[in-house]
């Protein structure tokens, strides 16, 4: 079975600084999709950033980028010029291509100090 | 702009209570995903629905919790009875088919408490 790690339960950073979160997973497939999602105080879960597998290049979306690397199994998430409103819960998710579910990590709570 | 859509907020009840949530699906989306959080077990997959047909209802508790889609706009999960223990947030996803881009869309959450 797929699991998904993410092994910093907390993070902090100084506000316009860069953080990086950190992912990994244990899967034996070759195609499959990796996600990052925001979980701010309002609850409401957050689409970040969409990794394919297949895809060589990492995935950027304005300050967030991911450091994908296949063999290593780990998708890191990477935060630039970080902002008051980054502060949340952060979820790794995998997807393993042509099945339905999405298995998450437990979750980086990242604070940002003003 | 599209987005899910779940109703109640938030819930208190008493146990014993029925409990129904629902859920509006982003519009197209053909595949809805049932999700409870708790600080303890984190985000659980409770069932999910394709073209409306449940597909897997494997993560919930089968004597009290039921999950329908009676169309392609609305899905619910009702708890009867209620218990003390399902006090969590749901919540509600939906995304495009297998042949989409795989991200799942999620509601802003129904937050349920028991008393």
């Known amino acids: 079975a797929q699991t998904v790690t993410q092994s910093q339960p907390e993070m902090s950073v100084q506000e316009a600084e860069t953080v990086t979160l950190s992912c990994t997973y244990d899967t034996s497939e070759s195609d499959y999709y990796l996600f990052w999602y925001k979980q701010p105080p309002s609850r409401q879960m957050i689409l970040v950033i969409r990794?394919?597998?297949?895809?060589?290049q990492n995935a950027t979306e304005n300050r967030f980028s991911v450091n994908f690397q296949k063999a290593a199994k780990s998708f890191s998430l990477k935060i630039s010029d970080s902002q008051l409103g980054d502060a949340a819960m952060y979820f790794c998710?995998?997807?393993?291509?042509?099945?339905?579910?999405?298995?998450f990590g437990t979750g980086t709570r990242l604070t940002i100090i003003p | 702009d599209a987005r899910v859509t779940q109703t109640p907020r938030h819930k208190v009840t008493e146990m014993g209570q029925e409990v129904t949530m629902r859920c509006q699906p982003i519009?197209?989306?053909?595949?809805v995903f049932w999700y409870r959080q708790t600080m303890m077990q984190g985000l659980e997959l409770l069932a999910y629905?394709?073209?409306?047909?449940?597909?897997?209802d494997s993560g919930m508790p089968k004597d009290r919790f039921s999950a329908e889609m009676p169309d392609a706009t609305l899905a619910t999960l009702k708890i009867q009875p209620s218990e003390p223990r399902d006090s969590a947030v749901y919540f509600c996803?939906?995304?495009?088919?297998?042949?989409?881009?795989?991200?799942?869309?999620f509601g802003p959450g129904t937050r349920l408490t028991v008393t």
């Open positions: 996803a939906s995304r495009m088919g297998l042949a989409g881009g795989y991200e799942q869309y």
């Open positions: 998710a995998y997807n393993l291509k042509g099945n339905e579910k999405l298995t």
């Open positions: 519009l197209g989306h053909n595949t």
């Open positions: 990794q394919e597998a297949y895809k060589q």
């Open positions: 629905f394709r073209n409306r047909a449940p597909l897997d």
